[in-house]
């Protein structure tokens, strides 16, 4: 009792703290002038009016989601908009609107961010607004339904069972009138309130109804104090947005010295810096330096980012899941430990009366059982007595001591029956620690009862009867002794053992904190699949938040525990590293669950307790937790690959920069030229691969991983456009000849970064790149668009040139690529070795340990994966060489023959990319890449027929036969590609 009565204590006095003593004396009984609590008529429409003027409304209202200005201010008012957006007014001044494609896609961009989150808000505004509570009050002597909002002071509140008290209130009438205060205090059991009690704000009635005066309300109330106070912490953690505006800040730095450097190199080579005044070629100068400054903008980044988060808070409302903060998508996917509470989570919060286990002999005993359950103020235990044990024998009552949560017992003395005084109550708070005692009857029957996951009480009896001194002081009589232990058993959810389940699967690992009996919380946790022994008593933890850490790993199941007591368990999981998710629906449990970084509340909950939290369970379905943390998980692994695309372009645009500039070389692309590679390679493409399925678990060091792949990938297309453009000006190439090779090199290299980061493709991912490969064969084919982007045939030795380069480039950035799947690698081991996977009931270390192993192939299987690379990249050579060949054809055979060769290589690509997948085991590669391969043959026969019966061409036929019978005919590769059989790749980053 002690303990539950200091966590009260404790939780009200912080509540002092900031202003609000709901317990100080009493609450003031007295109200305005004119107003008298007794007043049953509750107030007229003037009175109401004159408190509304005074400001003595309930109005506190706690967003739901980002205001319309953050939405806006986020997506447009930007550092690089800034940069952007002059850019473009530079070239519109200049009369180079051509070149100004950019800012088009820069308003786009941060059109559609709007649009998309002001969509999200739509959805989650409407949905907060439609699971908003009502308020029942009585004015002018009409009970009416209003808005928690327009309740005011001295309102009288008329509540019944079902009830939310939107105010802090003195209750006027009562009939039975009980409100469970559990999210005050942590128990389960209701309170019984009369005339004079305080009622306050968040608290639920449960059974009866009376009415209620508001006292304290909007901001002044006990709940909304709270949530202020609450309200006081930071903004939940987002790694993917830390790490982004950490990009955008390098980038930002560099941008002013890089553009300068730029731009003296540009002047210099259009004559210096006079003479290219002096001459107007200046203008050239600065679009080239526009150019190159553009291109290491990561704009997109940042849309793809909000767009995913949106979408992501979009798709949770659908499943009735509100969402506060939209970066708390993201936080679902780095959670590693979720602390559930037993009640209302693993629980359905129902109980009922199981069996009564007697253990003296004394007359009377059901007959007292059955006033209890039969009194008019019963609890929801006591109701569980009524079927059980009906009245046979009316009683009549001399003394009584009601039941209350702090005591846990409640005690009567009848005017007939047997003599005494009849106590019914918690065990171990009427008979203190005898109750947990094995060695005595009444402690072995308790701690064996309660070990099964039963709830106890005990029916206790002393002869001598209550007296009016005993119920001034709510003091037992002497010489109870133990007649009845009762168990109660709560129904467990049917979802939880499968959500808890899908945790255990995804590595993630759960505590359960309760205030009841640790045995029979552990009890329910092994009742739906937990692997625990006992619960481990709260009131033994110590003091120290670095021992409170360590035996947080070791136990799984905690008992007993206080409000205060569950924010210094979520603090103590953090300090030891991990990521921690906190469910509650009480007061109590408000700090808890913002000091947690992803929180989550049950919409039966406190309104101070959503307020905090990041996501609301609407439903309060347990079973939306794995779809919660899946979406979340979809978000992150997704972005991760978008970022490698945006990134690789940022580091790529930065060392042309730097390489033509140090080189004093004219930038080898026009603004528009760059929209091409821009819009088609990473732009559109990122759209798509941003919201696509995936369940892959997040692993820590997002932007490590990142930039890993994207700075050497980066630097070799850097590399590889500066080796051609010192080529191509050797060969004597045109202006629009260089430009001309330079585009197509970055587009088809780009392509290629696209296709290797998509691994394992799907049909979605290979109908995303087969179309942006054909919209760049149509703007490289189509002479209105040739002229505008002023794309120029480089000629046969450029051509040449293009080819040499972009198979240089593409082997490359295989390299890198490979280098870069083993460096993750090793990441994940040393991530499963890391002390946040040696948490009892988690599969994180073991899960992390075999997704790193990947599995072993037969040998038919290597060799058809092995065929298939080369015959992909055969059939992309052939593909060049039929583009290549239409250097030598008559004028009316040019297009037939450069798109049989585009059409070669994009399908000599896809089967390379579907090599990948056919690697992982992937019985849809096997399919897709039957298809392919069979249109090939196609392809492969035309061009023979064109090219007059070439060898190449026929032995590249062949190939592409011989590949779909490796992979359709070895009996090993039907066992390799049956469902559920994978080279498990540990993570979308690989």
């Known amino acids: 009792m002690a303990v539950r009565e200091g966590a009260a204590h404790g939780l009200l006095k912080r509540s002092c703290d900031v202003g609000v003593c709901p317990y100080s004396d009493r609450m003031d009984q007295t109200t305005v002038e004119g107003t008298d609590v007794g007043d049953v008529r509750g107030l007229s429409a003037s009175a109401v009016a004159e408190r509304v003027a005074a400001g003595q409304a309930n109005a506190f209202v706690a967003d739901s989601s980002r205001s319309a200005w953050n939405i806006v201010r986020a997506n447009v008012f930007t550092l690089f908009n800034g940069i952007v957006g002059a850019c473009f007014l530079v070239l519109l001044l200049l009369g180079r609107w051509q070149d100004a494609l950019f800012g088009v896609a820069a308003l786009s961009n941060a059109v559609i961010g709007c649009v998309q989150e002001f969509r999200a808000k739509a959805a989650l505004d409407r949905l907060a607004l439609l699971n908003a509570p009502r308020a029942r009050v009585r004015r002018d002597g009409v009970d009416v339904e209003i808005a928690p909002a327009e309740v005011v002071r001295d309102d009288l509140l008329v509540l019944r069972a079902g009830d939310q008290v939107p105010a802090d209130a003195v209750v006027a009438s009562s009939r039975a009138l009980q409100i469970d205060e559990s999210m005050l205090t942590g128990e389960s059991d209701a309170v019984d309130k009369r005339p004079g009690d305080e009622a306050l704000s968040g608290s639920i009635v449960v059974a009866g109804e009376g009415t209620a005066r508001a006292a304290r309300v909007g901001a002044e109330s006990y709940a909304n104090t709270f949530a202020s106070e609450a309200k006081r912490f930071q903004l939940v953690s987002s790694e993917l947005r830390t790490s982004i505006d950490r990009v955008l800040k390098w980038v930002g730095w560099g941008i002013g010295p890089i553009g300068l450097l730029v731009l003296n190199a540009q002047m210099m080579v259009a004559g210096g810096w006079v003479r290219a005044w002096q001459q107007g070629t200046w203008s050239q100068a600065v679009v080239n330096t526009i150019a190159a400054l553009t291109a290491m903008i990561p704009l997109g980044l940042v849309l793809m980012t909000s767009i995913a988060f949106a979408v992501g808070a979009a798709r949770l409302a659908s499943k009735r899941v509100l969402v506060n903060e939209l970066p708390a998508v993201e936080g679902l996917a780095r959670v590693d430990v979720i602390c559930l509470d037993k009640t209302g989570t693993l629980t359905a919060g129902e109980i009922r009366f199981d069996a009564a286990l007697e253990l003296q002999p004394i007359d009377g005993w059901r007959d007292a059982l059955a006033w209890y359950g039969a009194a008019d103020d019963a609890n929801a235990t006591a109701q569980c007595l009524r079927d059980p044990f009906p009245v046979t024998t009316p009683l009549g009552v001399a003394e009584r001591i009601p039941f209350s949560s702090a005591r846990k017992w409640s005690a009567v003395s009848f005017a007939g029956g047997a003599a005494g005084t009849w106590v019914l109550g918690a065990p171990e708070m009427v008979f203190g620690d005898t109750a947990a005692d094995p060695a005595t009857e009444l402690g072995e029957a308790v701690t064996r009862l309660a070990s099964s996951g039963r709830r106890t009480l005990v029916l206790a009896h002393t002869a001598d009867p209550l007296d009016a001194a005993d119920v001034a002081a709510e003091r037992l009589p002497a010489g109870a002794v133990a007649v009845a232990v009762l168990t109660f058993v709560e129904a467990v959810r049917p979802d939880a053992p499968e959500a808890l389940a899908y945790f255990r699967e995804q590595g993630v690992a759960v505590r359960v904190i309760s205030?009841?009996?640790?045995?029979?919380?552990?009890?329910?946790?092994?009742?739906?699949?937990?692997?625990?022994?006992?619960?481990?008593?709260?009131?033994?933890?110590?003091?120290?938040?670095?021992?409170?850490?360590?035996?947080?790993?070791?136990?799984?199941?905690?008992?007993?525990?206080?409000?205060?007591?569950?924010?210094?368990?979520?603090?103590?999981?953090?300090?030891?590293?991990?990521?921690?998710?906190?469910?509650?629906?009480?007061?109590?449990?408000?700090?808890?669950?913002?000091?947690?970084?992803?929180?989550?509340?049950?919409?039966?909950?406190?309104?101070?307790?959503?307020?905090?939290?990041?996501?609301?369970?609407?439903?309060?379905?347990?079973?939306?937790?794995?779809?919660?943390?899946?979406?979340?998980?979809?978000?992150?692994?997704?972005?991760?690959?978008?970022?490698?695309?945006?990134?690789?372009?940022?580091?790529y645009a930065t060392g042309l920069a730097v390489l033509f500039g140090a080189l004093v070389m004219e930038f080898p692309f026009l603004p528009r030229q760059l929209s091409i590679t821009d819009g088609l390679t990473i732009g559109i493409p990122a759209f798509f691969l941003a919201l696509l399925p995936n369940a892959q678990r997040y692993v820590p060091g997002f932007l490590r991983r990142s930039l890993s792949f994207a700075i050497p990938a980066g630097l070799v297309i850097a590399v590889a456009l500066t080796l051609y453009t010192r080529a191509a000006m050797s060969l004597g190439l045109g202006v629009e000849q260089l430009r001309t090779g330079a585009t197509v090199i970055l587009a088809i290299v780009a392509i290629w970064v696209l296709t290797v980061l998509s691994r394992p493709v799907t049909r979605v991912k290979v109908l995303v790149i087969g179309a942006m490969f054909i919209a760049l064969t149509a703007i490289f084919t189509i002479p209105a668009l040739g002229q505008f982007f002023q794309l120029q045939d480089p000629g046969e030795d450029g051509a040449w040139l293009v080819t040499g380069v972009v198979i240089a480039a593409v082997g490359a950035i295989e390299i890198v690529r490979f280098a870069h799947r083993r460096f993750v690698r090793r990441m994940l081991r040393e991530s499963a070795r890391s002390p946040r996977h040696g948490l009892p009931g988690s599969a994180a270390g073991e899960a992390a340990a075999t997704n790193v192993v990947a599995l072993r192939r037969p040998l038919l299987v290597t060799v058809a994966v092995v065929l298939v690379y080369l015959g992909g990249l055969a059939n992309t050579a052939l593909g060049v060489l039929v583009l290549l060949a239409r250097y030598d054809m008559d004028a009316e055979d040019i297009l037939p023959v450069s798109l049989v060769g585009a059409a070669t290589i994009l399908l000599g690509l896809l089967t390379v990319a579907g090599g990948s997948s056919l690697a992982r085991g992937s019985r849809l590669a096997r399919t897709l890449l039957t298809v392919y391969l069979t249109v090939l043959v196609i392809l492969q026969a035309f061009a023979l027929a064109l090219t007059e019966l070439d060898p190449t061409i026929a032995v590249a036929l062949l190939a592409a036969v011989a590949v779909v019978a490796a992979v359709w005919i070895p009996p090993t590769a039907r066992h390799y590609f049956r469902p559920g059989v994978s080279a498990a790749d540990p993570s979308p980053m690989i």
């Not at 525990?561 to 009480?586: I, S």
């Not at 808890?592 to 609407?618: C, E, H, P, W």
């Open 515 to 651: 205030g009841d009996n640790p045995r029979t919380v552990a009890a329910i946790a092994r009742e739906v699949g937990l692997d625990v022994d006992e619960g481990y008593d709260a009131r033994g933890l110590p003091d120290d938040d670095g021992e409170l850490g360590r035996i947080l790993e070791e136990h799984t199941v905690f008992g007993r525990v206080t409000p205060d007591q569950k924010k210094r368990m979520v603090t103590a999981l953090q300090a030891r590293g991990h990521v921690v998710a906190m469910t509650g629906d009480g007061v109590n449990d408000a700090l808890a669950i913002k000091t947690a970084d992803i929180g989550i509340a049950m919409n039966s909950g406190a309104a101070a307790t959503k307020a905090v939290a990041r996501l609301v369970l609407l439903d309060g379905r347990f079973s939306h937790l794995p779809s919660v943390v899946a979406e979340g998980r979809q978000v992150i692994a997704n972005i991760e690959r978008v970022s490698m695309l945006f990134l690789t372009k940022t580091a």
